[in-house]
């Protein structure tokens, strides 16, 4: 799933801004999982 929605990202170009927010988006989500993992042990 990320790796088709990364690729999907990738064909499209992108401005300076939309490119900080996928970054933004994708620290986010390896924070969100990080939490999660903690949480579950």
């Known amino acids: 799933m990320a790796l088709t929605l990364v690729e999907l990202v990738n064909?499209?170009?992108e401005s300076a801004q939309?490119?900080?927010?996928r970054l933004w988006l994708a620290e986010t989500v390896e924070l969100v999982r990080d939490a999660l993992a903690q949480g579950s042990d």
């Open 11 to 13: 064909r499209q170009p």
């Open 18 to 21: 939309a490119h900080r927010e």
